[in-house]
């Protein structure tokens, strides 16, 4: 019997066939079998695997809905630090209910009846806010609700605020920061050199 293949597996046999490719998001929901968790599956390639895939956010000349992997080889990836007792803790406490739209585990989701609602664990402050993967910044969420809280932060800080941060920074931060703008920019950084 053939062993089925996985949507994360078929999408990064994908990205590993077109390194240095800009693929489209439509291009990665087909890879990925028409899922519609596909994003995620992309999400756990960089987060678990370590694979650096691109993004708007991180290179001024990709457009929102674009990809690309430049290097196949994975960096080492962020650990899953959320034990399973916790988990369990977790969805229990929350009584497998998402805490944001109220949707049930296992009932058909209000907002997309087509599937049922699965439930994921969410911080309430992010980790890249400084939040901890303690119980209690912990939530239950559903796939709907998960896939619209990772766009959501706090409020984006001017650029007065940010260059008060960056001020206060240690110089080795400072062109940690700097280097990483050169990446995301590499034009805009020419012609200011250059200009």
Not at 108 to 134: A, E, F, W
Request: net charge positive; aromatic share 6%; charged share 30%.
């Amino acid at each position: 019997m053939k062993k089925k293949i996985g949507a994360r597996a078929k999408l990064r046999e994908h990205f590993l066939a077109n390194i240095n490719r800009i693929m489209d998001s439509d291009e990665l929901r087909e890879v990925a079998g028409d899922i519609t968790e596909w994003a995620r599956r992309v999400r756990e390639l960089r987060t678990e695997e370590g694979y650096q895939i691109q993004t708007h956010n991180d290179r001024s000349d990709l457009k929102p809905g674009q990809y690309i992997l430049e290097n196949p080889k994975p960096q080492p990836a962020f650990e899953r630090s959320i034990s399973k007792e916790t988990r369990a803790f977790v969805l229990d406490r929350n009584g497998f209910t998402c805490q944001m739209c109220g949707a049930v585990a296992g009932e058909p989701h209000p907002y997309d009846p087509t599937r049922k609602t699965r439930l994921h664990i969410g911080h309430i402050v992010d980790k890249s806010q400084g939040g901890t993967d303690d119980a209690a910044n912990l939530r239950a969420l559903c796939s709907v609700c998960n896939e619209g809280a990772s766009n959501l932060t706090l409020e984006r800080p001017s650029a007065q605020k940010l260059l008060i941060q960056v001020r206060r920074a240690r110089g080795g931060d400072q062109l940690e920061l700097l280097k990483w703008l050169i990446q995301k920019f590499p034009v805009q950084a020419k012609e200011l050199l250059n200009g």
